[in-house]
């Protein structure tokens, strides 16, 4: 922990907050103000309005459950009366049985004739048969009843008359008209009668076959249960009209709330994982700073700048000024300016943050207009409801008969007086959205804003980093930078070589077209003037010019020098070519 690795990747942290590992922090701080913010609030809000629907779908259910019951309650009274009154209609049908059973004695009992020598009656085929048989039996008995109680009358009669008058012969003389019971033999003329013309209707048996099974199965053993069967229906939303909608509700989004905590937690986890990798970029900046020596190896510092004088004192190739090509590679620290190769980063870092910044203005102004339609739902879906219902039946039965009765039972259950008034609203299931305040604001934009001057001072936290390092280990920066002079050194020389054969190449160069181009203004006294070699512009005062007769290369002061003041146009090539001498590995060596 006291090491020099540790505690300079302890004092990078800093710097690596402000550039890209630091942006991503905040990107995730960002996305969970984002959850925490409008995302739960358009969740809070879309859940308030389903809870709003299930309490109105509950009050609707609320008001046709009191509707129903209000019409339905005639009916299952009626019903309830007949279950309370099984006991008595039980009784009122044996009664009914046994007050019937007089005339079924009547019409199926054998009596009122002579059962002997009546077999028709007993081998009728059918009930009505069988009385119209009974009948004709019936009355031929009657008949003969007749005249035997008339035969009877003048046996008694005689008998009486003879003890009345006790004188032989004229007993006999004067009783003798009580020996006319063959005059009772006259009564046989109802015979025909009671053949051809018996008081009996035709339809008499059918009708009393009717009427008899009737009775029979009303003194069956009469029961009553009532049932009430609960019919299923339809599903809205995969809940039961039935049931409670706004517990079902409450129920689902218990379970996307569970969902909802656990990618909060996912989210937090990510934020001290990214706080984790901040510390984890410092440490592996350093290990390779001290293990790659071109790493980050691009910057003019002040032990640059050093080696550079030291080399123009002794008259030796230095680089500073640098040439247009250099300028591409190495990187001035003190100039605010960004370089075109820190361009890229801040590029993609403004990108990011561009298009994090359109993704929260989405999700605000969709939050937002979801507030103001839930809003607008709130205030203009007040509903009174006003439920009234005034009910009068009265049925008026009158009798004493078993029919009688049991309609009053029944259709007189009917009679009911009821009102019936219900004032109610919906007040209480009207939504209630909320709008994101002040904190939750700030909470997204300040980061967002953070992440814009992160934008900017990446650049030169970037710088900053070899700074700290440079601190903690100077050796290895004084190798790093010799490492570096001595490289742009050697590609120095490359490049002049590189030019040198380019210019004695026949072919023209841009510079020296332009050049040609731009001659004419020399005759008016303003000259535009480039270096042949490093194709850099050149002030008329600081510009070589070849003194041979006939040739107009032109060069600045460094690359004149690099040519060793020759020509390289003029003079051979083993001869303008520049020349390595021991003074390099001076250079790499040197302190």
């Known amino acids: 922990m006291f090491s020099s690795l540790f505690r300079c990747s302890v004092l990078l942290m800093f710097p690596s907050m402000i550039g890209s590992h630091g ?23 879309v859940q308030d309005v389903a809870s709003s629907m299930g309490c109105n779908i509950d009050l609707q259910i609320t008001h046709s459950k009191l509707m129903w019951r209000m019409l339905t309650e005639p009916y299952v009274e009626v019903v309830q009366e007949i279950v309370e009154d099984s006991e008595e209609f039980q009784n009122e049908a044996q009664n009914v049985s046994m007050q019937f059973q007089k005339v079924r004695d009547e019409v199926m009992g054998q009596y009122g ?6 077999e028709s009656v007993h081998t009728a085929n059918s009930t009505q048969e069988e009385y119209v048989a009974k009948t004709r039996a019936r009355c031929d008995y009657v008949v003969q009843q007749g005249i035997t109680r008339c035969q009877d009358w003048f046996r008694v009669k005689w008998d009486e008359c003879m003890n009345t008058i006790q004188v032989p012969l004229i007993n006999h003389f004067i009783c003798i008209p009580m020996q006319f019971h063959f005059l009772c033999d006259i009564m046989r003329v109802m015979n025909p009668w009671c053949t051809e013309k018996i008081p009996v209707e035709g339809n008499f048996g059918q009708t009393f076959d009717k009427l008899n099974d009737s009775i029979n199965r009303l003194a069956e053993h009469f ?26 509700l409450s129920r689902e989004f218990q379970e996307k709330t569970a969902i909802a905590e656990k990618i909060s937690g996912v989210i937090n986890f ?24 071109l790493f980050d190896n691009v910057y003019i510092t002040t032990y640059f700048r050093q080696i550079d004088a030291r080399r123009i004192r002794a008259e030796k190739r230095h ?35 561009a298009s994090l910044a359109l993704f929260v203005c989405v999700l605000l102004a969709v939050d937002g207009i979801l507030y103001n339609i839930f809003d607008l739902i709130r205030r203009h879906t007040f509903t009174t409801y006003s439920i009234t219902s005034v009910q009068h039946a009265d049925i008026v039965i009158g009798g004493d008969s078993m029919l009688a009765r049991l309609l009053r039972k029944t259709i007189g259950a009917f009679n009911t007086s009821s009102n019936f008034d219900i004032e109610s609203s919906n007040l209480d299931c009207l939504p209630q959205p909320h709008s994101l305040i002040l904190s939750d604001y700030l909470r997204i934009f300040i980061p967002l804003l953070l992440m814009f001057l992160m934008c900017l001072l990446q650049v030169y936290s970037n710088r900053l ?18 490492f570096l002079y001595n490289l742009q050194i050697q590609k120095r020389i490359s490049f002049i070589n590189r030019q040198c054969h380019r210019l004695r190449n026949p072919k023209q160069t841009f510079v020296m077209v332009l050049s040609g181009v731009l001659a004419p203004l020399k005759r008016v006294g303003c000259r535009l003037l480039w270096c042949c070699v490093c194709e850099g512009f050149v002030r008329q005062n600081q510009a070589v010019e070849c003194s041979s007769v006939g040739c107009t290369m032109i060069y600045c002061q460094q690359c004149w020098t690099d040519l060793d003041n020759i020509c390289c146009i003029c003079y051979p090539r083993n001869q303008c070519a520049p020349q390595d001498s021991s003074y390099d590995s001076e250079v790499y060596y040197g302190c």
Not at 113 to 118: D, I, R
Request: glycine residues 4%; positive net charge; charged residues 20%.
């Open 223 to 248: 029961t009553t249960n009532l049932v009430l069967e609960e019919l299923e229906q339809q599903a809205v939303l995969g809940v039961n009209v039935l049931q409670d909608f706004s517990k079902e």
């Open 113 to 118: 004739f002579n059962s002997l020598g009546k």
């Open 319 to 353: 680089l500073l000024p640098l040439k247009k090509a250099e300028r591409e590679s190495l990187i001035n620290p003190w100039r605010l300016s960004i370089h075109a190769s820190e361009l890229m980063p801040v590029i993609v870092g403004f990108l990011q943050v």
């Open 465 to 482: 980093r070899r700074v700290i390092t440079a601190f903690y280990f100077p050796k290895r920066e004084k190798k790093r930078i010799l």
């Open 23 to 45: 942006r991503t922090f905040l990107m995730v701080f960002v996305l969970h103000g984002l959850y925490q913010g409008p995302i739960a609030n358009i969740q809070h809000n």
């Open 270 to 293: 990510l934020l001290s994982f990214t706080f984790i990798t901040v510390f984890t970029s410092a440490f592996g900046y350093v290990r390779q700073y001290c293990r790659d020596i």
